[in-house]
């Protein structure tokens, strides 16, 4: 055991020393402009990061949460309605939907790559469904030319949920143009994070760009002229500032992120099938916002680690059809899948900015739990 530190499980303060001038020319650009909201830096913000996306129109909002629930506001779904979603995610993408006043209806998940099914999701469509929200998680896109066939089949609209795969490609496409509209999370844990909450919306529409920039200002495309019920979710001037300055680098972060997941997988798959790595599809290149391993004796593993000085995290411990804010709706056993990978998915250390000596020790830590536990 060459390592003598810790390892955390992530760390924001080595991204900020990395592009320590740039982040401070943008604080001053926007200090000495005088202008905090909906500005210049914004718009460029706007422009690059459309084009990054491979979008006509990105709209930077005030988080993820905020990104998804105006996309299905501007598409009028609301009381009655339904919009299925993934049995396992973060519980912003269901909460998105409760928020318009419809019914979040979860379908399970694929049990090699934690996405949305796409043969369940098709069974759950009734004469109450609106939209499909399909979320690349963990930073692995979702099979999207299979959910939107479905959903061209049935009239559905579909809204991808890109909070965790910005860059990532399906099948040499990005992440973020692949649906009617796409809605990304600038969480500073995330591939591209702030130094704050923020958010945006990728469109090809112009029409649905129109109506998210109006409903994120209270309804309002002239000042005191308030033409709809809006809200008050803007991406700050900073924010933009700063999430220019990472947007540069994002490639090149993300494929640091690839070498160190490419280094677990190579090290790890001699544990297997103790430990089960994530799967990738032929048709996939992941970002690896998470490197996510399932393991029976989860808990065990995590405190094993634990005791040596990694950090890990757990997504997501609780399902959202178990949790408190749907009690009652679902019952236990209901989605065997997200339930299984509830109890066994673990987060290993990944980023940017991981040593490879850390990444070493990670796996050293993780092949003597094996050892111990065979």
């Not at 529409?205 to 409903?215: G, P, T, V």
């Not at 209901?334 to 339930?339: D, H, T, Y």
Request: aromatic share 10%; proline share 6%; glycine share 8%.
């Amino acid at each position: 055991m060459r390592q003598n530190l810790p390892v955390p499980f992530l760390e924001l303060k080595p991204g900020y020393l990395e592009l320590k001038q740039a982040f401070d020319d943008a604080y001053r650009r926007v200090m000495h402009s005088g202008w905090v909201l909906l500005g210049q830096e914004l718009d460029a913000f706007e422009r690059e990061f459309a084009s990054f996306s491979h979008s006509t129109h990105a709209i930077g909002v005030g988080n993820g949460l905020d990104a998804l629930s105006l996309v299905l506001r501007a598409w009028s779904v609301g009381h009655g309605d339904e919009v299925i979603v993934p049995a396992q995610t973060f519980i912003a993408t269901w909460l998105a939907v409760t928020l318009t006043g419809a019914k979040p209806i979860p379908v399970d998940v694929l049990p090699l790559t934690a996405n949305i099914h796409p043969e369940k999701v098709e069974a759950a469509i009734t004469n109450r469904t609106k939209a499909i929200i399909a979320v690349h998680l963990y930073g692995q896109p979702a099979d999207m030319d299979a959910i939107n066939a479905i959903a061209a089949k049935h009239g559905l609209m579909v809204l991808e949920d890109n909070a965790q795969a910005q860059g990532a490609l399906y099948r040499g496409r990005r992440t973020g143009s692949l649906a009617a509209a796409s809605a990304t999370s600038f969480y500073p844990g995330k591939n591209l994070g702030a130094f704050g909450d923020g958010g945006a919306v990728t469109t090809q529409s112009e029409d649905l760009a129109q109506k998210i920039r109006m409903l994120r200002n209270y309804g309002s495309t002239v000042k005191y002229q308030h033409d709809v019920v809006g809200l008050n979710s803007r991406l700050d001037e900073l924010q933009a500032a700063f999430l220019r300055s990472k947007l540069r680098h994002l490639e090149e972060w993300n494929g640091r992120r690839k070498a160190f997941a490419s280094f677990y997988l190579e090290r790890l798959q001699h544990f297997a099938p103790d430990i089960e790595l994530p799967t990738v599809p032929e048709w996939a290149d992941p970002v690896w916002h998470l490197f996510v391993v399932r393991h029976p004796r989860r808990d065990d593993l995590q405190r094993f680690l634990a005791e040596r000085g990694v950090s890990t995290q757990i997504h997501y411990p609780i399902p959202p059809h178990l949790s408190g804010a749907y009690a009652g709706q679902f019952r236990p056993g209901q989605f065997p899948i997200a339930e299984k990978l509830a109890r066994e998915c673990l987060s290993l250390p990944i980023g940017p900015h991981l040593l490879i000596e850390s990444a070493e020790y990670v796996v050293e830590c993780a092949s003597e739990f094996c050892t111990k536990t065979n």
